[in-house]
């Protein structure tokens, strides 16, 4: 076995100094838009992705209230609840100890997940790139890079690196906790299944390549216990991890000649010990009326190829090279390279698959692109003639030109909040009004878990993680017959219709409803509470 490269504290400092100023940096948009909220209106918090944002927070909600068993609060019908969505349910319980709000909580939890990230993926770089300008360049993309996504928007295509931040590392630190602890998990279980420790007697001296029995001790059930903690947080990324093992043991078989068994036990234990939560997963998906009606909703389709070939850009190009690099060197072994490219070919295939969460399977393929592109640049830079200036100055432009990318990203949102919120269905994603805030706390005081609160579709999506209550209607996803509530919330407040079905407990009747109409039977309701232009009525 290769013994790891020793990473020096001068080293460790550098890669620490540059991860810390990246996550301090991805929480200059959320102090911009907290700036940007017209008088009246406060930022809530959430700045990729609204509706799945605000979801989170209502996970989170749940656990802040002592629960462990998940429950869909965007949807009116009573059901079971189930053992899923741990990961948030225990940061709420975390922020009920620490008296802390959910957003604080998750903002904490999304910066802390970064940093595990970037510590755990600099030192799975070692094992793939001993050598240190090619690692620290690989480095530097994983922080930096992103795609061509603003050329696609001039175009008219839509690219992933605009959309989807589990298939890029600056954009995941920059979303929510959970993707960027995935894929730190991904990269565990690689690491202590591709170089597995030496164990007991047989440190020091190298791993017995032919011994067919595992020799156990805390360092080989990592692998296995990073796949228990995947499952729990990640799941989908889970399988991508398996069809990833699958398809590197093959290769192992075919280039050795011999079965891989170092490799192969810790696979095991990576199959052993997630899959009884991948099979619980499924079994609710399936029995639970509820969450079956949920996930025949949540159908992620996979991108058109145009869009993620914008999406990787440059960056995808440069891994076609360090692609070819390792393909035409195949009588050098190299388990690291190797590993990548056979992680980013099998997860390309992968989202092609005929499957309802093909997108779902693209997580952390940032990380193998990343690594091929700077393999291939370094190494491509090292063959050429031209002097060191020039090799440095296109280094240099190749990382600027990614770092435009994610900067892009990540200034989209405060572009669109230039427009005031009031004006702007999509801005008004972003902010509540001061009385709409107040409403929503009073709700969360005065209201049960499993009461029905009618909003309006807006306002709908942070009636869960506001008040802990449920929404009749605040989803495309987490509402059972999404589009169905929808525009029975919306006829309604129209008065077209006298009252919804399943009924509500309560409405809540402020400038977002108003915007709708007003509802057929509204003089006849008599108001709990009133505040400015914004009132609540209880309706059973």
Same mark, same amino acid.
């Given at each position: ?92 319980? &975390?922020?009920? /100890? +620490?008296? !802390?709000? @959910? ?5 904490? *939890?999304? %910066?802390?997940?970064?940093? $595990? =990230? ?103 059930? &990592?692998?296995? /216990? +990073?796949? !228990?903690? @995947? ?5 989908? *990324?889970? %399988?991508?991890?398996?069809? $990833? =093992? ?103 295939? &992968?989202?092609? /698959? ?187």
């Amino acid at each position: 076995m290769t013994a790891p490269v020793r990473i020096s504290s001068s080293e460790w400092r550098w890669v620490t100094g540059w991860s810390v100023v990246i996550l301090l940096l991805s929480c200059v948009p959320y102090f911009v838009a907290g700036r940007l909220a017209p008088e009246g209106w406060q930022f809530a918090g959430i700045m990729v992705n609204p509706l799945d944002g605000h979801s989170y927070l209502a996970k989170m909600q749940q656990g802040y209230e002592g629960q462990w068993l998940f429950h869909l609060t965007y949807t009116p019908e009573p059901h079971q609840g189930a053992y899923i969505f741990i990961f948030y349910l225990a940061l709420g319980h &975390l922020a009920a /100890l +620490a008296n !802390l709000p @959910l957003i604080w909580m998750f903002h904490l *939890a999304r %910066l802390l997940a970064g940093l $595990v =990230l970037l510590i755990v993926a600099y030192r799975f770089l070692t094992r793939v790139l001993p050598d240190l300008k090619e690692r620290r360049l690989a480095f530097g993309l994983l922080l930096t890079a992103s795609g061509l996504g603003w050329l696609g928007a001039i175009m008219g295509a839509f690219p992933i690196d605009l959309w989807v931040p589990e298939a890029f590392v600056p954009y995941s630190l920059y979303a929510n906790p959970h993707f960027p602890l995935g894929m730190a998990l991904m990269l565990l279980i690689f690491q202590g299944v591709v170089w597995p420790s030496p164990s007991g007697s047989q440190r020091g001296r190298p791993l017995q390549t032919n011994s067919l029995l595992p020799a156990l001790d805390v360092a080989s059930l &990592l692998p296995g /216990l +990073a796949a !228990l903690l @995947l499952a729990l947080i990640l799941p989908f *990324a889970l %399988l991508t991890v398996w069809a $990833v =093992l699958g398809v590197f043991l093959v290769w192992l078989y075919l280039a050795r000649r011999r079965l891989p068994w170092p490799q192969i036990w810790p696979t095991l234990g990576v199959v052993l010990l997630g899959a009884p939560v991948i099979a619980y997963d499924y079994w609710v998906s399936v029995s639970n009326p509820i969450i079956a009606g949920w996930s025949a909703q949540n159908v992620t389709a996979a991108p058109a190829i145009w869009n993620v070939i914008l999406g990787y850009g440059l960056l995808g190009l440069l891994a076609l090279v360090g692609g070819s690099m390792i393909l035409r060197n195949r009588a050098a072994f190299h388990k690291g390279e190797w590993l990548v490219l056979l992680w980013a070919v099998t997860t390309f295939i &992968l989202i092609y /698959l005929p499957l309802d969460l093909q997108r779902r399977l693209i997580n952390g393929l940032h990380i193998p692109v990343s690594i091929l592109a700077a393999l291939g640049l370094h190494r491509w830079l090292a063959r050429s003639s031209l002097q060191a200036g020039y090799r440095r100055l296109i280094t240099t432009a190749v990382i600027t030109i990614g770092a435009l990318g994610t900067l892009f990203v990540w200034t989209v949102p405060l572009l669109g909040m230039l427009t005031p919120p009031d004006k702007s269905e999509t801005t008004a994603l972003f902010f509540l009004r001061r009385e709409e805030g107040i409403v929503l706390k009073w709700l969360h005081e005065n209201t049960r878990p499993n009461d029905i609160i009618l909003a309006s579709p807006r306002l709908g999506m942070f009636v869960p993680g506001q008040t802990g209550a449920r929404a009749f209607y605040g989803h495309p996803f987490e509402t059972i017959d999404a589009e169905l509530k929808k525009s029975m919330a919306e006829a309604f407040f129209r008065g077209e219709i006298a009252a919804v079905s399943p009924p509500a407990d309560f409405l809540i009747y402020g400038p977002s409803e108003q915007a709708l109409g007003q509802p057929h039977r509204l003089p006849e309701y008599i108001p709990v509470f009133e505040l400015d232009t914004i009132s609540v009525y209880k309706l059973r």
